[in-house]
């Protein structure tokens, strides 16, 4: 543009303070006030909302100005008062009831993933995950941090699991993979994506393999045994052997780990893979001159903060899967977050 344009730095103060965004979402959801106002019959008044919460009347109208500022909230005049109630996304997204939840979501990153953030230049000095710094736990076994107490764990598996009630159905209908039958779901975690191929292909039967106090979780909370055409096999996919399949799938399982730990568990699958088998990887891709999307490049920054890994573009998904004896990788983009990509093992 002219420079007369450039004068005034429209982004970088949005990005100075895009924070502030999402701490107000952040709060307004631990609050409740999304569930509060859902629960009511009219819109509610600032005074109505502090203390059904039970926060400040000052502090609450701040909040609720904000989110009407962010169209989370729509405003009414009633009687020279201002009420409140939700927009429609706000019911659907940020309310802890709504089937399509982001609440937990939204706990994790506030209480997990915002406060590794913190050290984020010490991660990209270091080169390495922050979890010593942020939670006072060794990272030399990723998950033994990541599942540092029971509760710890529920929260991670709740954060795994809502994506795929928005995005699951695209990823598992991304590539017809109706000729797999036997399907094994490496680090399955809370079952959600399982539950997302049992609805979209009839005839296949999934194995959730995790390891053991994850499977226990899982079976305690998210999959019951109604849902008949899912079972469970703990173990460790760096040491155990694996269940025979058709298909396995890995989604957000490569994105943890370096190449080398990439290469190593996807020559297990080889390995355990039938003939004429396939892996599919789900993950989000990068585009392959590194131009975006712009929430992977992100999240390729999270990975760095939390784990050992990275995201990767699907030439670079294509190359561990070669290594590992894999043919013929195709990739396909959803649209949405998470993309997929299909290796065959030769008949
Ligand atoms: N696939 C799920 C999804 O996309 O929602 C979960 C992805 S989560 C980032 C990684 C999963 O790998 C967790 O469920 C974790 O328990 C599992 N996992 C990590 N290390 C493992 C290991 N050594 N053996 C088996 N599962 C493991």
């Known amino acids: 543009g002219t420079p007369a344009a450039d004068t005034y730095p429209r982004k970088i103060l949005e990005y100075m303070e895009g924070f502030l965004i999402s701490k107000t979402v952040f709060s307004a959801c631990e609050l409740g006030v999304f569930d509060v106002l859902l629960a009511s019959e009219r819109p509610l008044s600032a005074e109505e909302v502090s203390q059904a919460v039970g926060a400040s009347l000052d502090g609450t109208q701040r909040l609720l100005a904000a989110c009407t500022g962010l169209q989370l ?21 940020l309310t802890r009831s709504s089937p399509l939840s982001l609440y937990q979501s ?54 795994m699991n809502s994506i795929w009630n928005i995005c699951g159905k695209d990823v598992v209908t991304a590539f017809d993979l109706s000729p797999f039958n036997i399907i094994c779901d490496l680090g399955g975690c809370s079952g959600a994506l399982a539950k ?22 899982s079976k305690k909370h998210f999959v019951t045994a109604a849902d008949e055409r899912i079972s469970f096999r703990e173990g460790d996919f760096f040491k155990d052997p694996l269940p025979e399949a058709d298909l396995y799938i ?6 943890d780990w370096t190449d080398e730990r990439c290469i190593e568990l996807l020559s297990s ?70 993309d997929a990509v299909l290796g065959r093992k030769e008949t």
Not at 73 to 93: I, K, P
Not at 250 to 255: D, M, P, S
Not at 287 to 303: A, I, K
């Open 73 to 93: 909230l729509n405003t009414h005049q009633d009687d020279g008062r201002v009420c409140y109630s939700n927009t429609e996304q706000a019911s659907v997204y």
């Open 106 to 159: 939204i706990q994790y990153s506030s209480r997990t993933i915002y406060l590794c953030w913190h050290y984020l230049t010490d991660a990209v000095r270091e080169g390495r995950n922050q979890y010593e710094k942020a939670f006072g736990v060794s990272s030399n076994d990723l998950f033994q941090a990541l599942y540092r107490s029971d509760e710890e764990m529920v929260k991670f598996m709740q954060l």
């Open 196 to 217: 997302q191929c049992t609805s979209a292909y009839p005839e296949c039967t999934v194995t959730i393999f995790d390891l053991p106090n994850v499977v226990h979780m």
């Open 250 to 255: 890995l989604a957000r399982i490569l994105h």
């Open 269 to 338: 699958v080889y390995k355990a893979c039938k003939p004429g088998g396939g892996v599919l990887l789900v993950e989000a891709l990068l585009h392959e001159d590194g131009s975006g999307p712009l929430t992977v490049q992100l999240y390729s920054l999270n990975m760095l903060v939390q784990t050992e890994g990275r995201e990767r573009t699907a030439a670079q998904y294509a190359a561990l899967l070669d290594a590992a004896g894999f043919s013929a990788a195709q990739h396909r983009l959803t649209g949405k977050i998470y």
